[in-house]
Structure formats: structure tokens, C-alpha cells
């Protein structure tokens, strides 16, 4: 089960709201099950096999090329990350079953019910997603979709589309999504993603503001220290956010 440590999130809007919130723990912070074990077994999906690193809920690898015919090798520091389908076991009642495992861990350490969900890279199977939103009523996140779900086509699971949205939705699988749209901040190029800074969020954030009744969320590892996210922070605050509880979107 990963309770993401290290990891936190955080949403501003230009709402104001005095609702409750049923998953907020004591100091104001919303319970999110991050995946199961953010990782598949002992499949490299793509790195390790180790929790908190890898994909969960798709199959991922590492190729030299980017693009619809990759060149999968080892994964090196700028590999290209190419999504190339299901995992082997893609069944919508065994990833039932996953998810409330891991439902199960929360409430064994007293942490009581979770009903927000957030996929493990932002990556799932047509299937997954059903399982998800049989399970939670929330997923907070930027999502994938697949060509041919309208239609009831069947394309390649290799053409997913990735999504993100401005304020709160509900998608095609019948689950509310809480935005997460400015991504995080990192120091380093990985795998051809570029170093984002404090400026990058924000600007994001003030991008954001041409949509009436916007969002803006991030999230932020507090390995990197409380400097960045304090300039973060202050610097959305300051193109008129307010920020609130993450149940508080929907």
C-alpha cells in the first residue's frame, strides 16, 4: 500500500466553500489512496519493480526512440517512456479487488474510508478505470483516454490521449475528477522531461485564469525543502487564488 510519503498536494481556486470534509484527517488534509503498491510485482514496469517507482495499472517500458514504434531497452536517465498496453491481468473485477485492498490498509491503520483515488504516473487501463469508479467516487488527477470509446471502436491502447482539466469534471467512466493540472516542481531531467521550476508552476497557474471558476493544483515532494514551495505558494496566492480543501472541488 503506498501512502505517498513524500508527496503532497495542493489546490487553489477562486471559490470559497464552508463544507465539511468527510476525508480530511485532523489538520485539514484530504486522504488520497495513490495506487495500491505504485508498482506490478516483480515486473520492471518500467524501472524496478519497486513501490512508489513504477506503473500499477499499465504496462510501460523504456525505449531509445520516442514515438509509435519504439526501441525498448534498458532504462537509462534519458530512455524515452512509451505506454504499450494492459498488463497481463486486465480484468475490471481483479483490479476490484486490488483497489480495495488497499481501502482495507487505510482503515487497518485507522485512517478510516478513502474515496479519492489517483492513479500511479496518471495511468490506467480502459478496464482499471472502470474498477476505479465502481470503487471510489473521486479521482483527483490528469487521466488517459483511448481512441474508439465513443464509438465502441477498439484502437490501439498505444494511442492513449492524456487529459487534464481546468476545474471538476465528471469523464467518460462515470467518476468526478479533481483537477490536477500544473504538475510538480523537479530539479533534474528525466527520461525527456524537462526541469520545472517555481516559475513554470505559476505560470501555469496565471495561464489558467483565461477559464472562469479555474483551478490550480500541484503537487510537491517535500524532499525538496520548504523554500520552493513557499515561492510556489505565495506566488499563485498572489494572481488572486485562494486555496482550499481538495473536496472542496467538487
Same mark, same amino acid.
Given at each position: ?8 498536494? *495542493? ?13 480530511? !484527517? ?12 505504485? %508498482? ?26 520516442? #514515438?509509435?514504434?519504439?526501441? &525498448?531497452?534498458?532504462?537509462?536517465? @534519458?530512455?524515452? &517512456? ?10 475490471? @473485477?481483479?483490479?476490484? %479487488?486490488? +483497489? ?61 490521449? @492524456? ?8 469523464? =467518460?467512466?462515470?467518476?468526478?475528477? +479533481?483537477?490536477? !493540472?500544473? #504538475?510538480? &516542481? ?5 527520461? !525527456? ?16 485564469? *483565461?477559464?472562469?471558476?479555474?483551478? *490550480? ?6 524532499? +525538496?525543502?520548504?523554500?520552493? +514551495? ?5 506566488? =499563485?496566492?498572489?494572481? #488572486? ?10
Amino acid at each position: 500500500m503506498t501512502l505517498t510519503p513524500g508527496w503532497a498536494s *495542493a489546490s487553489a481556486t477562486g471559490r470559497t466553500s464552508s463544507r465539511r470534509c468527510a476525508t480530511c !484527517n485532523s489538520t485539514g488534509g484530504t486522504l488520497i489512496q495513490h495506487g495500491t503498491t505504485h %508498482q506490478y510485482g516483480t515486473l520492471d514496469n518500467p524501472y524496478s519493480g519497486s513501490s512508489g517507482a513504477d506503473f500499477e495499472f499499465y504496462r510501460a517500458e523504456c525505449s531509445a526512440t520516442p #514515438g509509435p514504434t519504439p526501441v &525498448i531497452e534498458p532504462c537509462i536517465n @534519458d530512455s524515452y &517512456i512509451v505506454d504499450t498496453g494492459p498488463v497481463g491481468s486486465d480484468s475490471v @473485477d481483479g483490479w476490484v %479487488q486490488r +483497489l480495495t485492498e488497499g481501502q482495507q490498509v487505510f482503515a487497518d491503520l485507522g485512517l478510516g474510508d478513502v474515496t479519492v483515488f489517483e492513479t500511479p504516473h496518471y495511468l490506467a487501463s480502459s478496464n482499471a478505470y472502470t474498477a476505479i469508479s465502481k470503487v471510489f467516487e473521486y479521482r483527483y488527477e490528469r487521466s488517459n483516454y483511448f481512441p474508439g470509446q465513443l464509438s465502441g471502436d477498439q484502437a490501439p491502447y498505444q494511442r492513449a490521449m @492524456d487529459q487534464f482539466f481546468p476545474y471538476t469534471v465528471r469523464d =467518460i467512466y462515470g467518476t468526478k475528477v +479533481l483537477p490536477e !493540472n500544473l #504538475g510538480n &516542481i523537479t530539479e533534474e531531467e528525466q527520461n !525527456n522531461h524537462a526541469v520545472r521550476d517555481t516559475a513554470f508552476i505559476v505560470g501555469g497557474a496565471r495561464a489558467n485564469l *483565461a477559464v472562469r471558476q479555474s483551478t *490550480a493544483s500541484f503537487f510537491y515532494h517535500p524532499f +525538496l525543502g520548504v523554500e520552493q +514551495l513557499r515561492e510556489t505558494v505565495e506566488g =499563485i496566492q498572489a494572481l #488572486g487564488y485562494t486555496f482550499v480543501p481538495a473536496m472542496e472541488l467538487t
